[in-house]
């Protein structure tokens, strides 16, 4: 591994992978708290669309998923407000939808030689150093708003009633968190793909709000996780020639299958 990261390409998917980490660990904390793994599945997937979108139009695929995974978070943001319990059916019929669309548009783009299974598993080897600053710029973001509103992120988690009581803007902030998500997405795409991106984003912080006694903590110790399972899944990849993105997801899914005996605690 020491030998390989002699290589670019080695050392931008190190960095890709490490920044990954770091944003799904957070984000994932406020994912799993807010009870919104759901919801994320659903804005990350139908971000497919965006892909064909970008084919079809000539346009870079990145900014087709921005494009099309905030316009998602945004509709479920206004079907939570106004019609909260179609919430699940909505983002089921987007998910659905997402994906068609994004394999209609691909079926339809003359000329199309591109292998869309980079957007669906990662591709993390091929992270250029655009891509690289593209992300620290996501992630400063992210970083930048979490610290900012992390007190009424808290709030918002486990009491809303109580939070809009103190003042805090709990529709602003809802749709800010949903917008984060959405952002997590984009960053995380080449390195697990649109497919594995809820499983970075969601054990990690399942596991680290097992050993966590506030949300600071679990966003740290899910970090930590996140971080180890992408160092441990790109040597897997290397050594064993496997497909990196999968090989960093079961590489945290070994974190939470052994870590199901052990109690639960609320952060």
Not at 176 to 196: D, E, N, P, R, S
Request: charged share 5%; aromatic share 10%; hydrophobic share 65%.
């Amino acid at each position: 591994m020491i030998e390989a990261l002699s290589y670019s390409f080695m050392q931008n998917a190190l960095l890709a992978g490490l920044m990954a980490g770091v944003a799904c660990g957070v984000m994932g904390a406020l994912v799993v708290v807010n009870r919104i793994v759901f919801v994320s599945g659903g804005i990350a997937h139908t971000a497919y669309a965006g892909v064909g979108l970008a084919f079809f139009a000539g346009f870079a695929p990145i900014l087709g998923i921005l494009g099309v995974a905030g316009a998602a978070a945004l509709i479920i943001v206004l079907v939570s407000f106004k019609a909260r319990h179609r919430t699940d059916t909505v983002i089921g019929v987007l998910w659905a939808v997402g994906m068609a669309v994004g394999v209609i548009l691909v079926d339809i783009t003359p000329g199309y030689g591109v292998d869309l299974m980079s957007y669906l598993f990662g591709s993390i080897l091929t992270v250029a150093q655009g891509d690289l600053w593209m992300m620290a710029g996501g992630l400063v973001f992210l970083l930048a708003a979490t610290l900012w509103y992390y007190h009424d992120f808290v709030a918002l988690a486990f009491d809303p009633s109580f939070a809009r009581v103190r003042g805090v803007p709990v529709k602003g902030l809802y749709t800010l968190l949903l917008v984060m998500v959405a952002i997590t997405v984009v960053m995380v795409v080449q390195v697990v793909g649109l497919i594995l991106v809820i499983a970075l984003l969601t054990i990690g912080p399942f596991v680290a709000e097992k050993f966590s006694c506030s949300m600071a903590q679990m966003m740290l110790i899910s970090v930590i996780i996140n971080i180890i399972c992408v160092i441990l899944g790109l040597y897997l990849a290397f050594t064993l020639n496997l497909t990196t993105g999968p090989a960093i997801i079961l590489v945290a899914a070994a974190f939470f299958f052994a870590c199901l005996p052990f109690g639960r605690k609320a952060p």
